[in-house]
């Protein structure tokens, strides 16, 4: 589909339609509506090509083609911009309701149908709301992830949708801007080499998830000014150049989530990928979200497929 045919419809109505649609006979034309347009953005997951969901075994995942069951998923969109065709950026503004504050908002689609995924119905959100000026615009941009003034705020006190505990991630002192966690069949093995030791001894384990939690690390605070830093900040940048939410929804890809990534193991750091940049697991999670492990910035190479645009 050209370029063209996935403009955003957000363009003033001309006065030769309204005078055609109209048919009165006066001479002007009254001015067409100026002000911002309302928006609908939805999301989805998938895997294989078919939704991934609670319940429904996934297969072929990651390196070794893995069978898993869905325990988590969910992730937090900020900074939200409409892009015209020059590439230039309008940003969105968001309606204020459960799933959504400030510049923030939270898609979870965790129905917790299943024991996996907790065995108690929850609450889900695959929609983004909002607002945009009138315009002409051909793509979308945004960061999954948690606006730094916003990150560290308590969860127990903060506005929906930054007061969920599953996404509190106290130990970065900040947010999961993304989590996902699955059980694949017959476990995780867990193995763990001793190096202080002559010959170096080596343990193994196993455990029943794997997990993928994307947030900020190295984070540090100042007492005297209540602020945080954080060294690595890990926001995943995702750019559609063609994406028209009219037509189209966003779909998050769990094939090119885990491509190269084994979902069976881990040999380092802590459980799965939690962001650790030392963390070998970590290696191919991030070079698929197209973020230097080492530096927390979006990188300079690559296009991300992570998530694409796809037909509603």
Not at 7 to 20: G, R, T
Not at 84 to 95: E, I, K, Q, R
Not at 185 to 212: D, I, K, L
Request: glycine share 10%.
């Amino acid at each position: 589909m050209k370029a063209l045919s996935r403009v955003v419809s957000l363009s003033l109505i001309s006065a030769a339609v309204l005078a055609a649609c109209g048919g009165g006979g006066s001479d002007s034309t009254p001015a067409a509506p100026s002000g911002p347009r309302s928006l609908s953005i939805s999301f989805d997951m998938i895997a294989n090509g078919v939704a991934a969901k609670c319940g429904t075994p996934i297969t072929g995942l990651g390196s070794k083609s893995s069978t898993v069951d869905l325990q988590n998923a969910a992730f937090y969109v900020s900074n939200i911009n409409l892009v015209d065709a020059a590439g230039n950026l309008t940003p969105v503004t968001l309606a204020s309701n459960d799933w959504q504050y400030d510049k923030v908002a939270l898609i979870n689609f965790n129905d917790g149908s299943s024991t996996a995924c907790g065995g108690k119905a929850q609450a889900t959100n695959a929609v983004i709301t909002g607002t945009v000026p009138a315009g002409n615009y051909v793509g979308i941009q945004y960061e999954i992830g948690v606006p730094e003034s916003l990150n560290h705020t308590d969860y127990a006190t903060a506005p929906k949708p930054l007061n969920v505990q599953s996404m509190a991630w106290s130990w970065t002192s900040g947010r999961k801007f993304m989590l996902l966690e699955v059980n694949p069949v017959g476990g995780v093995t867990v193995t763990r080499t001793n190096n202080t030791t002559n010959p170096p001894t080596v343990t193994s384990s196993t455990q029943a998830s794997w997990y993928t939690h994307l947030g900020a690390t190295g984070c540090t605070s100042d007492a005297t000014k209540g602020t945080y830093a954080c060294t690595n900040a890990n926001r995943m940048l995702v750019r559609l150049n063609s994406f028209n939410p009219d037509t189209q929804k966003i779909t998050l890809d769990l094939n090119a989530m885990y491509n190269n990534v084994d979902l069976t193991s881990d040999t380092a750091g802590t459980p799965g990928c939690m962001s650790g940049k030392t963390d070998t697991e970590c290696q191919g999670v991030f070079s698929n979200l197209k973020i230097d492990l080492n530096s927390g910035n979006p990188a300079t190479a690559g296009i991300q497929s992570v998530f694409i645009a796809r037909a509603k």
